[in-house]
């Protein structure tokens, strides 16, 4: 009886038990760990594998045509991944729409597992998707003049500033009113007729605006009520000097009759109305870039420039930028 007793309290095998108990999801935790690992290193070695094969083949995308471009993707994935067609790893190109449309690159493969076969999971899953898009650059764009008015001569250009520096005008509007009788006036181009212009390869661009009392252009008077030409040296162009601005300069009655303002300059910047708002305050302004004005999106913009100091702009046009896929600047979107 008493050794009975004894058997019954006796623990000292309990360890042992309790050991082989737990011997299965130990393992199967520790597998998890390493396998896991393991995986991940996978995964970054195809990730980084996919984003170079989608800029490889996205640069070569003309956007209709995707057998070269996984062609490319292919050789790629060949040079950056040792073994590649030994490895099990399955792709998949397609073009996502949009403006640009997308190259997607999807790569899979399943990794034998180690550690975790104890806990039935012989394999893992891998996947990684990359995404590139070539850049839209603007290439040209198109000026639709809705309204000009005033008495003033006026005429706004549009200079680019190629990427040797030099500049070039590769627009411009002009607005003659010799009868000084708001709404007299005429343009070049007239009013709802669209001037397109190429844009080219530019660094900057930047409007200018020439304001004249008169209603006659550079080197033209007045005369009874026509443009005649004249030497009279208050007839020609004078910039505004940059330590001034323009309200003080408009007020002198002994300064030349005809003004240049810029849009890059902050004295002037505040006379452009964007997206049919009028103008700011008159006075002193922050400079923009023009560039940002040129809209990829198939969208038209309303600007107005204003001559005076008013706040309804004189001068408004519409502006819609063509643009064209970039495939020198491809970037990852994803």
């Not at 309790?18 to 070695?45: K, W």
């Not at 790569?107 to 070539?134: E, H, P, Q, W, Y």
């Not at 001569?153 to 009788?181: C, F, H, L, W």
Request: net charge positive.
């Amino acid at each position: 009886m008493k050794k009975i007793r004894n058997f019954l309290k006796d623990r000292s095998g309990a360890t042992a038990v309790t050991f082989g108990l737990m011997l299965i999801p130990i393992a199967g935790v520790t597998g998890l760990a390493v396998d896991y690992t393991r995986a991940s290193n996978d995964r970054s070695e195809l990730q980084n594998a996919a984003d170079a094969a989608v800029l490889s083949g996205a640069q070569i995308y003309d956007g209709k045509d995707l057998k070269p471009v996984d062609k490319r993707i292919l050789e790629s994935l060949r040079a950056n991944i040792t073994d590649y067609d030994k490895r099990g790893i399955t792709k998949t190109v397609t073009e996502q729409a949009g403006v640009p449309p997308r190259i997607v690159l999807t790569l899979a493969k399943s990794m034998n597992t180690t550690f975790m076969k104890v806990l039935n999971r012989d394999t893992m899953n891998i996947g990684v998707t990359a995404v590139a898009s070539s850049a839209l650059t603007a290439t040209d764009a198109t000026f639709v003049i809705t309204k000009v008015k005033g008495i003033y001569y006026k005429k706004i250009s549009m200079i680019a500033v190629r990427q040797d520096g030099s500049e070039a005008e590769v627009a411009s509007i002009e607005y003659t009113n010799p009868k000084q009788i708001d709404g007299e006036g005429v343009s070049v181009p007239k009013e709802n007729v669209g001037v397109t212009f190429s844009l080219g390869q530019v660094k900057d661009l930047y409007f200018t605006m020439i304001v004249k009392k008169g209603g006659c252009g550079i080197g033209y008077k007045v005369s009874s009520g026509k443009c005649v030409k004249t030497n009279d040296a208050s007839e020609k162009l004078t910039e505004i000097p940059e330590n001034l601005k323009f309200g003080d300069y408009y007020k002198r009655q002994s300064d030349a009759r005809a003004f240049l303002v810029k849009s890059n300059r902050a004295n002037d910047a505040w006379r452009l109305a964007l997206d049919g708002a009028t103008t700011t305050t008159p006075g002193e302004g922050t400079a923009f870039e023009m560039k940002d004005l040129l809209d990829c999106s198939g969208t038209t913009k309303y600007h107005g420039w204003e001559d005076g100091g008013g706040s309804d702009p004189d001068f408004v046009y519409q502006l819609k930028t063509g643009c064209a896929y970039d495939y020198s600047r491809v970037i990852l979107t994803q």
